[in-house]
C-alpha cells in the first residue's frame, strides 16, 4: 500500500468506556493519531461552568468538582432507555458517546488536514443487538458513517497479524475498564477467522475501581463514623484516588492513598491516609477474574479446542495490566503472554485495517467475524417436561460466520387464526424466560386457515452483527420486518434529526470542542449559538480548590506553546505539562504544587520570548 487516499479517508475507532482511540492506516500500517501527545481520550463527557460541552481531559478534571454535570463509563448504558442529566440538559447514551466521537473526529481533521466522514466503530463482542444499534447512532450524530461495526478482539487480533504467511491460533484475552471479551482467532494465509467469543458486558476495570472505594470507605467509616459514599463530590474523589492506587499496585506491592481535606466533619476537616496492599486487593478482585476464567474456558469448548492448541495468548485493554491476571492465565493455559502492541491502543489500530481493507487498500488480512449469541424466537413446545409457548427455537447458533442467513417454517396453533406474534430472543436457555428478549413484532392479517398454517420466518444477520427478522405467510407472502422496540427506535422517533442539530450547536458554543470548519466537515460555525449563562462552581476546601484551580490554568496556556516553542523547550514544557495532568487527574494537591512553580516558570519564559 503506498498511502491513504485522501478522498476515502475511513477511520478506526475504539470506542472505550474508559478510553477512545482513533487511528488510520497509513503506508500499510495503523497509525494512532494523537492529540498534544496523548493518544487516548478520557470517556468522560460534561458541562462547564459556562454552558458549553467539555469532553476528555477538562471533563475528567471536572469530575471532582461537579460529578453532578459530568459522566463517565457512558459506554455500560449503551441501549438503555434511561438519559442522563448534565448542567440541567437531559442527554441520552447515544448523545454522549456522539460527543466523545465528535471530538475524535476532530482530532483526525485536524491531524490530517481534511474532513473525516467515515469509520469502522468497535464494540465489545459480547454486545447485544440493541447495544450495537446504539453504537451506530451515536455515530450518526457524531456526523460519521459508520461502515462497519466490528468486535473489540477480532479487531485486535488484525492488528497482531504481523505475519500473514504464519498459520497460527490466538486466544485474545480483552479486559478494559467496563467490558470482558475472549476469542479464538485463527490466521492463516492472510485470514483471520475467528472461531469463538465468549464474554461478560458488565465487568470491568470499574468494578474493580468499586471494590476498592467500598473497601477504602469502610476503612474511613471505622476509624471517623463517616460514610465518604454519601456525598457525590467526595465519591468522584476517592474514585479518582483509588483508580490511581490501582495503577500503582500493578507495579507496587504496597501503596499509600492519601488525600487532603477528604471530607469535613463537625466542623473539622479529614484527612485520608492508608495502606493498601496488593495481595488484599487481589483478594478483592480475584471472584471477578474467576468469571473471565469461565468465559475463556467456554470459549475453548466452543471452538473444540485445548489450551495446547493455541499458540498465542493476546492481552487487551487496560485492566489486563493487573498482575494477578497475569498469574492467572499462565496457571490455566501454560502459555506466553503477549502484550507486544500496546493493550490500550491495538483495538483502534485493528478498527483502521479494517477500515482499510473497506477503503479498497492493499493490506494483508481478510476478516471473518462470528455472532457471539444464539439467536431464535419463542414458540409452543415442551420445555423440562411442560407444554407452553416458552420454548427457545434457534434458527442463528452462537460462533456462526458472518454474515448468515436462516430460515424455518412455524405453523398456526389453533384455526383461523388471523395473526401471529413473533418475539425474537437471544441467549443459550430452551426457555426463552432465561434469555434475552431482543424485540418483538405482529404479522398481521392471515387469511382464514385450519391449524398447521405455515409462516416462515428469516434471520439475516450482517456483517456489523445486525439483525433484521423477517416472519411472511407462504401462501399469500404478507410479510413485516422486526422494528427493535429498543431506545434506538424510540430515540429515533422522538427525532434523531433534531438531536443531531441540538449537539451540532452545542459543540459551536463550546470552548473547548469548536474548531475550523474543514471542507466537508459537519461542524458548524462558532457563532451558531450563544454561550449560556455560567454555572455556578461548587466549593471544595479553599487550598485544595486554589491549587486545582492553577494548575488547571497552566495546563490551557501550556498546550498551545508546545508548537511555538524551540524543540528542547517543548520537550521540556510536554514533560512537565504530562506530569501536573497527571497529578490533576489523581487529585493530588501536593504533586500539583511540586510541579506548577516550575512549570509557571518555564510557561512565563516562552510567552515573553
Same mark, same amino acid.
Given at each position: 500500500m503506498s498511502g491513504t487516499e485522501t478522498m476515502d479517508t475511513i477511520v478506526g475507532i475504539d470506542l472505550g468506556t474508559t478510553n477512545s482511540v482513533i487511528s488510520i492506516v497509513e503506508n500499510g500500517h495503523p497509525r494512532v493519531i494523537a492529540e498534544s501527545g496523548e493518544t487516548m481520550l478520557p470517556s468522560v463527557v460534561g458541562v462547564d461552568a459556562s454552558g458549553g460541552l467539555i469532553v476528555g481531559h477538562p471533563a475528567r478534571n471536572q469530575l471532582i468538582l461537579a460529578p453532578e454535570r459530568t459522566v463517565k463509563s457512558i459506554k455500560r448504558r449503551m441501549g438503555q432507555a434511561d438519559t442522563v442529566s448534565l448542567g440541567g440538559q437531559d442527554f441520552t447514551p447515544q448523545e454522549v458517546s456522539a460527543v466523545i466521537l465528535r471530538k475524535l473526529k476532530q482530532r483526525a481533521e485536524t491531524d490530517l488536514g481534511r474532513a473525516v466522514t467515515r469509520a469502522v466503530i468497535t464494540v465489545p463482542a459480547f454486545f447485544n443487538e440493541v447495544q450495537r444499534e446504539a453504537t451506530r447512532a451515536a455515530g450518526e450524530l457524531a456526523g460519521l458513517d459508520v461502515v462497519r461495526i466490528i468486535n473489540e478482539p477480532t479487531a485486535a487480533s488484525l492488528a497482531y497479524n504481523a505475519t500473514p504467511d504464519l498459520a497460527e491460533r490466538l486466544l485474545v484475552y480483552d479486559l478494559g475498564g467496563g467490558t470482558f471479551d475472549v476469542s479464538v482467532v485463527q490466521i492463516e494465509a492472510g485470514v483471520v477467522e475467528v472461531l469463538a467469543s465468549h464474554g461478560d458486558t458488565r465487568l470491568g476495570g470499574d468494578d474493580f475501581d468499586e471494590l476498592l472505594l467500598h473497601h477504602v470507605c469502610d476503612a474511613f467509616q471505622v476509624e471517623h463514623k463517616v460514610d465518604l459514599r454519601n456525598t457525590p463530590r467526595t465519591r468522584s474523589r476517592l474514585l479518582a484516588v483509588v483508580e490511581n492506587a490501582k495503577k500503582q499496585l500493578s @507495579? %507496587? $506491592? =504496597? =501503596?499509600?492513598? %492519601?488525600?487532603? +481535606?477528604?471530607?469535613?466533619?463537625k466542623g473539622v476537616p479529614l484527612h /485520608?491516609?492508608?495502606?493498601? &496492599?496488593? +495481595? !488484599?486487593?487481589?483478594?478483592?478482585? #480475584?471472584? #471477578?477474574?474467576? &468469571?473471565? #476464567?469461565?468465559? /475463556?474456558?467456554?470459549?475453548? %469448548?466452543?471452538?473444540? /479446542?485445548?489450551? $495446547? !492448541?493455541? !499458540?498465542?495468548? =493476546?492481552?487487551?485493554? $487496560?485492566? @489486563?495490566? @493487573?498482575p494477578l491476571v497475569h498469574r492467572l492465565l499462565n496457571d490455566r493455559l501454560g502459555l506466553p503472554l503477549h502484550t507486544d502492541v500496546d493493550p490500550d491502543l491495538c483495538v483502534a489500530a485493528g478498527a483502521a485495517v479494517q477500515a482499510a481493507l473497506i477503503a479498497g487498500h492493499d493490506v494483508d488480512a481478510v476478516l471473518v467475524d462470528i455472532t457471539p449469541h444464539t439467536l431464535g424466537i419463542a414458540c409452543l413446545g415442551y420445555v423440562n417436561g411442560r407444554y407452553g409457548s416458552n420454548k427457545f427455537a434457534r434458527l442463528i447458533r452462537r460462533n456462526s460466520p458472518l454474515p448468515v442467513s436462516e430460515t424455518d417454517v412455524f405453523t398456526t396453533a389453533h384455526d383461523g387464526q388471523d395473526a401471529v406474534h413473533i418475539e425474537v430472543y437471544q441467549g443459550e436457555n430452551d426457555n426463552v424466560r432465561n434469555n434475552d428478549l431482543v424485540g418483538e413484532f405482529e404479522l398481521e392479517d392471515l387469511v382464514e386457515a385450519e391449524a398447521g398454517h405455515e409462516i416462515l420466518v428469516r434471520f439475516d444477520l450482517d456483517l456489523d452483527g445486525i439483525l433484521t427478522v423477517t416472519a411472511s405467510e407462504r401462501t399469500t407472502g404478507n410479510e413485516k420486518q422486526l422494528t427493535i422496540d429498543n431506545a434506538v427506535e424510540r430515540f429515533r422517533q422522538r427525532g434523531g434529526a433534531a438531536a443531531r442539530i441540538r449537539l451540532d450547536e452545542a459543540f459551536a458554543a463550546s470552548r473547548e470542542l469548536r474548531s475550523e470548519v474543514l471542507p466537508g466537515s459537519t461542524a458548524l460555525p462558532v457563532a451558531a449559538t450563544p454561550v449560556a449563562e455560567p454555572i455556578p462552581e461548587p466549593e471544595l476546601f479553599p487550598e485544595f480548590q486554589a491549587t486545582l484551580n492553577r494548575a488547571q490554568e497552566v495546563l490551557r496556556q501550556g498546550s498551545p506553546l508546545l508548537e511555538q516553542a524551540a524543540a528542547e523547550d517543548a520537550d521540556e514544557l510536554r514533560a512537565l505539562l504530562a506530569r501536573l495532568q497527571t497529578a490533576v487527574d489523581n487529585h493530588a494537591g501536593a504533586d500539583m504544587k511540586a510541579i506548577l512553580t516550575e512549570a509557571e516558570d518555564l510557561i512565563f519564559y516562552l510567552q515573553d520570548a
Open positions: @507495579t %507496587e $506491592g =504496597v =501503596v499509600q492513598i %492519601e488525600e487532603e +481535606f477528604i471530607v469535613e466533619h /485520608l491516609n492508608m495502606e493498601l &496492599k496488593r +495481595f !488484599d486487593y487481589e483478594d478483592m478482585i #480475584l471472584p #471477578l477474574l474467576e &468469571k473471565t #476464567l469461565v468465559c /475463556l474456558d467456554q470459549t475453548l %469448548e466452543d471452538a473444540d /479446542l485445548t489450551a $495446547g !492448541d493455541i !499458540d498465542r495468548v =493476546v492481552l487487551v485493554g $487496560g485492566s @489486563t495490566r @493487573t
